[in-house]
């Protein structure tokens, strides 16, 4: 199974990133940039990759000892973004600014009880929801005008569980389900 740790949003807090999404369709130009389906919107806070049956039972150990003691917290929308540089964007995201202290240290003790049950994982974390991957160059304005737009579009959720999720790549884009899910109290 092709697993991550993750987190999911509110209804509101996707239509939020829905509105963002949408409006940067529009300012982004014709098949520009494969987006992102809404349902499919989460906090990615580690890849795990391909892992058998006792490699998904340490990931739900892991899951369950790292999450010990977090209580569920706010999370906040925050501007646009890109990976790597706004020079070359192959990613577009929509960044978090209130609760982003709150999700690295979610991700930081995840992280630990991965490292603790040898499961390997990307290490690398930065609180953000993907909504697109540039296929080809954008116009000149558009981080401008897509950035001012999503800064002022703030919408907050209160993240409340992480969830281990399998990802199947299908010929419409990958599709996700739930594999366990481990509640913040």
């Known amino acids: 199974m092709r697993l991550f740790l993750a987190s999911a949003f509110s209804p509101e807090f996707t239509l939020n990133l829905k509105a963002i999404a949408d409006y940067a369709r529009d300012n982004s130009g014709r098949d520009n940039v494969k987006w992102v389906s809404p349902e499919n919107f989460h906090i990615t ?20 000892e790292g999450l010990s003691g977090i209580k569920p917290f706010r999370a906040v929308s925050g501007g646009l973004g890109v990976f790597p540089s706004a ?21 930081r003790r995840l992280g630990q009880g991965l490292k603790a049950a040898s499961l390997p994982f990307e290490d690398r974390f930065e609180p953000h929801v993907t909504i697109g991957r540039v296929k080809r160059e954008l116009p000149e304005d558009f981080f401008r005008r897509v950035g001012d737009y999503s800064s002022a579009r703030r919408a907050e959720t209160v993240i409340t569980s992480v969830e281990l999720m399998e990802s199947r790549l299908t010929q419409d884009g990958p599709a996700y389900k739930s594999v366990y899910s481990s509640r913040l109290i």
């Open 45 to 64: 806070y580690a890849f795990l990759g391909e892992l058998d049956k006792a490699g998904a039972a340490a990931a739900v150990k892991a899951l369950d």
């Open 87 to 107: 020079r070359r964007p192959s990613v577009l995201w929509v960044g978090i600014g209130e609760g982003a202290a709150e999700l690295r240290e979610t991700a």
